[in-house]
């Protein structure tokens, strides 16, 4: 975790500071759902598992992920495993419909809770990348929401959208947000307001970069030499950015990006960035 300057300069009013999901780990570039699996692998190799079998939509994180994850545990990570006479264990699109999917960012939340007491600050708006569909990375944000609900502080949670599929994006949150936080015994519902989504940065579809998704990733590489991918955080980036500068993060706000890791995307997209 560390604070962004020269972007909150540029950017006038809140302080932004990013927490690094990138660089969680050292499997495979990291990212977002190395945490979940933190929870799930155990599970899968106390059934006696020998091959995970993930789910995931083209360039996934979560399959990259869970493909190093199989490696670093002697494990396999393939289709059709029964027919060849091994042990899988079935993984939902992203983990996230996995019944533990949202612990991995509950734990997250007390871990932000740490390090605030450390750093001496308190981050008043988190803003995550969210989506639904094949990718299933609305439990980042479900898992988030529930954790921080523990501490009962005032907090906004806010979920950019980027699968242009705003109604279904919350809808998966908030199921998740509920189940995880029975799992941690909240001991509470949920309000409505502490899942928020927000549209208008995802372009027309999921997984296709935007102006606005491009302008973010150059503004933070060449102000921070923070890189971003073109799927997810340069989509929650540029909803950040337009955020702040008009007004809707209030000045004087202390706000934490989860950067979810994704940059191998861009070498599907580097011709976009020839200029």
Sequence with gaps: ?????????????????????????GLAHGGNKTRELEHLVPEALAQGADTLVPIGGYQSNHTRQVAAVAAHLGLRAVQDVRAAGGTPHAIPAGASDHRLGGLGFARWAEEVRRQEEELGVFFDTVVVCSVTGSTQAGSTQAGMVAGFAAQDRPRRVIGIDASAELAETRAQVERIARRTADLIDLGRDLREDEVEVLLGWAGERYGVPVASTLEAIRLVGRLEGVVLDPVHEGKSMAGLVDLVRGGRIPPGSNVLFAHLGGQPALNACSALFRD
Aim: no cysteine.
């Design 1 to 25: 975790m560390h604070p962004l300057d020269r972007l909150s300069a540029h950017l006038g009013g809140a302080r932004v500071w990013a927490k690094r999901e990138d660089v969680n780990s």
